[in-house]
C-alpha cells in the first residue's frame, strides 16, 4: 500500500533524525521518493558503501558510495521563501479552466505556496 508523502522531488529537506542529523550540512535535495515504502533518496545523506562486481569492458569493480533510502518522516522540508524547516499544509487555490480548483502545498510558517 502507497503511503501519501509531503516531500516531492526536487524538495530542498533538512535531516531532523537518524544519523546524518548531527552532520555540519543535514540538507540536501530529494532525488528520488518511494511511496510504497514511505522512504526518499537526499543528495549526500546516509551514505553506504557498496562492493561492486566489475560488469563488462569498461565497468572498474570496487567500492563505491551511494546514498541509501530514509524516511519520509525522518526529513522536515525547507520553505523556499522563509528559508525555514516547516510543516506542510494544503489549501485550495481557485484558478481559471477546465481544474479551477487546485490543492497546493503551503508552508504552514509563512503560508508560502511551494506549487506553482
Partial sequence: MAVKLKVKVGDTVKVISGEDKNKKDNTGKVQKVFP????????????????????????????????????????MVICPKCGQPTRIGHVFIEGEGKMSRRKRRVCKKCKAVFDN
Avoid: C, Y
Avoid at 38 to 63: A, S, T
Fill in 36 to 75: 510504497e515504502t514511505g522512504r526518499i533518496i537526499v543528495e549526500g545523506m546516509n551514505m553506504v558503501k557498496k562492493h561492486q562486481k566489475p560488469r563488462g569492458q569498461g565497468m572498474p569493480g570496487g567500492i563505491i558510495e551511494k546514498e541509501a533510502p530514509i524516511s519520509a518522516s525522518n526529513v
